[in-house]
């Protein structure tokens, strides 16, 4: 007995080579609407791929990415040929978000979610300064820096690598706490943390050193206190070719010169 054919929603960035490159895989393979399908191919970079993430949070298909944008960290190699046969092969990547609720001077809270990190961020030529909590208790009193963030697995390989955070592992239960351009203490170089940690940053003198937050993409301007944990009860799945599964790229960015 013949198996049902994978419905396949394709999606696309406005880069006009990924649009191209949507349509022509859309007139070659069986395709759905994005609600209906099986798997999402998703057509971009990896800003995309984060993008295509956080429109699939209430449905959570398995997104398998294809670059046709810059770094493509996050995705497989573009090809139009066997394509039903990749995604049949290929090896799920599961990753949890973060949850971000940040309170404003004014007392308001804004919440979102961040599949790469979570990040605040001096808003102003002077430095901010942050006093930061681990599951209530004080671990950092006064952190004068440019920002600092906190990283999931899937995202240590983007902003956090850049700051000189740690690579980690997929199916490591740790989060990276990094800081942007520490001034004081000058040789602190983050931490990591349990994925269970209940993070919180009191921004000290917020009107002198105004901070914003950001989630990804979703950003709060002059925040007072930002608090950051894992949603473990959201499980976003990417794909990726055997052979070049999400912990092969991991490693390999390890080695690299």
């Keep these: 007995m013949n198996q049902p054919a994978i419905r396949i929603a394709f999606v696309a960035s406005d880069r006009p080579e990924a649009q191209v490159a949507r349509d022509r895989l859309a007139a070659r393979y069986p395709s759905a609407h994005s609600g209906e399908s099986d798997v999402i191919v998703a057509l971009g970079g990896d800003g995309f791929m984060l993008e295509t993430l956080h429109t699939n949070l209430e449905r959570r298909t398995p997104v398998f990415g294809l670059n ?103 199916d490591a239960p740790v989060l990276a706490l990094t800081p942007i351009s520490a001034f004081r203490p000058r040789r602190w170089r983050g931490a990591l943390l349990p994925h269970t940690a209940r993070i919180c940053f009191d921004v000290l003198e917020p009107d002198k050193r105004p901070v914003s937050a950001t989630a990804d993409n979703f950003e709060v301007r002059r925040v007072a206190r930002v608090q950051v944990i894992e949603r473990r009860d959201i499980a976003l799945t990417m794909l990726f070719d055997a052979g070049r599964s999400f912990e092969e790229r991991v490693l390999a960015e390890q080695f690299m010169a």
Aim: aromatic share 4%; charged share 20%; net charge negative.
């Design 68 to 170: 046709r944008g810059s770094i493509g960290f996050l995705m497989n190699d573009y090809d139009e040929d066997g394509l039903l046969e990749r995604l049949s092969s290929a090896v799920r990547a599961v990753i949890h978000p973060l949850q971000m609720d940040a309170w404003t001077e004014s007392g308001q809270v804004h919440s979102g979610l961040a599949i790469n990190e979570v990040s605040l961020l001096r808003q102003t030529r002077q430095s901010a300064k942050l006093r930061i909590s681990i599951d209530d208790k004080v671990r950092l009193e006064e952190l004068a820096c440019d920002g600092c963030m906190i990283a999931t697995a899937a995202g240590s390989t983007a902003y956090n690598l850049s700051a000189h955070g740690p690579i980690i592992p997929l």
